[in-house]
């Protein structure tokens, strides 16, 4: 009864949105229509799409990370939901296929009898809609088979990120993805998509679970959970809306607001809902009184359902900001934002350009940190002041680098590009490693009560031991990784493709930071998880890094040809120099960059160095106290009395052999 009752709140909230939002309003005459066979179609197989997601989202973060295991594998109850996840992610590739023939019927206007396979298969394989439906099709078919292989845990962490990754693509095409701002908007939508299709799906999944003895804990678990999707929906749907609507008079003024507005309200009843499981439920739950939880999430399920349903109508209307138009500015259309002026150093620093992705990255980044550093210091242990200034401030030059003027300039200037890549890929790395959060974050979460619950700490270490990481932290590989995001980049064609997507370009600047913290981390990085090499070795190897940096910037400096010519044409301002003297200027930056942090790091390694070799000096005195102390020879004096002997026999002749002795 409660599915039904969720499906028919989310199909009637979904029906009374298209109508409000005016989705249902009739073809104009003289425009190719679709007929109403896609009309009505298209937005609930889109609801169905998006249920299918969120169901199979939920069910394998709970077999995964909720439910307790049974040693490496998933508990009975976990395997039960990696089973039904595998069946409604196979109905998710399904349905997102019938969703592209639905879609690619709409935008051309010709009715689904008419539309022909070629025409499919093009849309799929040249248009980003259908590149994105494509994808979240292969992927969904991928997490089915992952789901349906095996019972480990680390599988089904494995299907449950996959999992997450496909509910992603079509959140970069559509209304936010043709924004003005289009940064925020394209990345505020993602993290919404993600914490909504958590925050339900888990709950759903709880709900199969419910006359299950683990029921109290994984419902304390996902309790905690949902309270921070909450606050990413709330935090992400309002940034989205504020990109959409233009002036928040639109709320009410517009019928896109009005959706809008219902979707608010949806959202503070499922915060009441909520408190009211963490205030009465789970303290009947552990009380042995399920019934409770079982009445309350059902009627929070059902609301959820109809939040679903207006989201779904939201996609289909009309926004009082256009997507586009024939007066749009073309430089607009293509960078999200209009031409800046000159730069200045006010304007390098002023004129934000917002992004979700990085602001909510340093945000958790600074704020768990400092909760881990509150944490130890509560228990009566130190944290070293200088770590914790470290990451916070590699942290603060992350989210400026990617957040100020200079991230618009980096937009169109290779000049200022190559300035953003040198900070994301040196300094900022060298900052995050000098704070050691692996270590702090070791020392400071807890273990959980059920030794078969793994919580962040159990994942962490599993991660940091994993063979991945002993691959990824191999100096030659750390090397070739940071190596490559120079040449492999600048020296092709694969710069132009990245800028031009906003998913590509938040790639390229991901890279640029997790190579430069890969090869940091095994030169000067104090955590566990990575190969210790000796000193030497490090020092050759910084120095390798050092050379291959130089002769990147010298190859850079030499070239006469302009790197990513179409990209740099389109968007080259009317107030800079021709693209060939920037990107002088931007090889002269990478080339001489490098030398300060180079120097930085040889210096802590020299350091470090020269610590090692004091305490295995201060072992070995250690040592020879406690050999003199118990009448027993030492290493130290066994290796002495060893060369001792051996100069002894150098010196007798007696004890020589071969022919002239005889």
């Not at 043709?178 to 505020?188: D, K």
């Amino acid at each position: 009864m409660t599915i039904v009752a969720a499906v028919a709140a989310g199909v009637a909230l979904l029906l009374l949105g298209l109508r409000v939002g005016g989705a249902l309003a009739a073809a104009i005459p003289g425009l190719p229509d679709a007929g109403p066979a896609t009309t009505q179609a298209l937005p609930v197989v889109r609801l169905l799409c998006d249920g299918l997601a969120t169901v199979t989202v939920g069910m394998l973060v709970t077999a995964a990370f909720l439910l307790p295991g049974d040693g490496r594998t998933v508990s009975p109850h976990g395997y039960l939901l990696l089973r039904r996840a595998s069946v409604s992610a196979l109905g998710w590739a399904v349905v997102a296929l019938a969703l592209m023939v639905l879609t690619v019927s709409d935008l051309l206007g010709q009715p689904l009898e008419t539309l022909k396979p070629a025409t499919v298969v093009s849309f799929a394989t040249t248009i980003s809609q259908g590149q994105s439906l494509l994808l979240q099709a292969g992927l969904a078919l991928t997490v089915a088979l992952l789901a349906r292989v095996g019972v480990s845990r680390g599988l089904a962490a494995a299907a449950t990120i996959l999992a997450l990754v496909a509910v992603l693509p079509p959140a970069f095409t559509g209304h936010s993805a043709g924004a003005g701002n289009h940064q925020i908007a394209v990345t505020s939508l993602a993290l919404h998509v993600l914490a909504a299709a958590t925050w339900v799906g888990g709950l759903v999944a709880l709900l199969m679970v419910r006359r299950s003895r683990l029921l109290a804990d994984a419902a304390a678990r996902y309790s905690r959970l949902a309270l921070g999707c909450f606050v990413a929906v709330a935090v992400s749907g309002l940034a989205n809306a504020a990109v959409r609507l233009g002036a928040v008079d639109q709320l009410w003024q517009s019928r896109y607001g009005w959706l809008v507005l219902g979707k608010l309200v949806a959202l503070l009843i499922l915060g009441a809902l909520g408190a009211a499981h963490r205030l009465r439920t789970l303290p009947a739950l552990r009380a042995g009184r399920p019934g409770a939880f079982g009445r309350l999430a059902a009627g929070e399920l059902v609301v959820f359902a109809a939040t679903v349903g207006l989201a779904v109508a939201l996609s289909r209307s009309p926004t009082p900001i256009p997507d586009s138009g024939i007066d749009a500015d073309p430089i607009t259309e293509l960078l999200g934002f209009p031409m800046p002026a000159a730069p200045t150093a006010g304007n390098l620093l002023g004129q934000p350009l917002p992004d979700m992705f990085f602001l909510t990255l340093c945000a958790l980044g600074i704020g768990g940190y400092l909760a881990g550093v509150r944490r130890m210091r509560v228990a009566g242990h130190r944290w070293p002041v200088a770590r914790t200034a470290s990451w916070v401030g590699g942290m603060l030059v992350l989210a400026a680098t990617t957040n100020l003027g200079v991230a618009r300039y980096a937009y169109v200037l290779f000049s200022a590009h190559m300035a953003q890549h040198m900070v994301l890929s040196m300094l900022v790395p060298i900052l995050l490693v000098g704070g050691a959060p692996v270590t702090l974050a070791l020392r400071a979460l807890r273990r959980p009560t059920d030794p078969q619950v793994r919580g962040a700490r159990e994942w962490l270490l599993i991660a940091v031991h994993s063979r991945v990481t002993k691959l990824l932290t191999h100096p030659l590989v750390a090397l070739g990784i940071y190596t490559a995001s120079l040449f492999g980049l600048y020296l092709s064609d694969l710069l132009g493709v990245l800028m031009r997507s906003h998913l590509g370009h938040l790639a390229m600047l991901t890279h640029f930071v997790v190579a430069g913290y890969l090869l940091f981390w095994v030169l000067v990085g104090v955590d566990p998880g990575r190969r210790r090499l000796p000193h030497p070795l490090l020092v050759i190897i910084h120095l390798a890094s050092m050379m291959a940096h130089g002769f990147f910037g010298l190859v850079l400096m030499q070239t006469t040809t302009v790197i990513a010519p179409d990209w740099y044409t389109a968007v080259h301002p009317t107030w800079a120099s021709s693209l060939l003297a920037d990107q002088k200027l931007g090889a002269g930056i990478a080339w001489a960059f490098g030398e300060l942090p180079a120097v930085v790091v040889m210096i802590v390694l020299i350091r470090q160095w020269i610590r090692a070799d004091q305490r295995e000096q201060a072992r070995l005195d250690r040592a020879a106290d406690r050999a003199e102390a118990t009448g027993e020879e030492d290493d130290l004096a066994r290796y002495n009395a060893f060369l001792a002997a051996a100069g002894r026999a150098e010196s007798d002749p007696r004890s020589t052999s071969g022919p002239d002795r005889h």
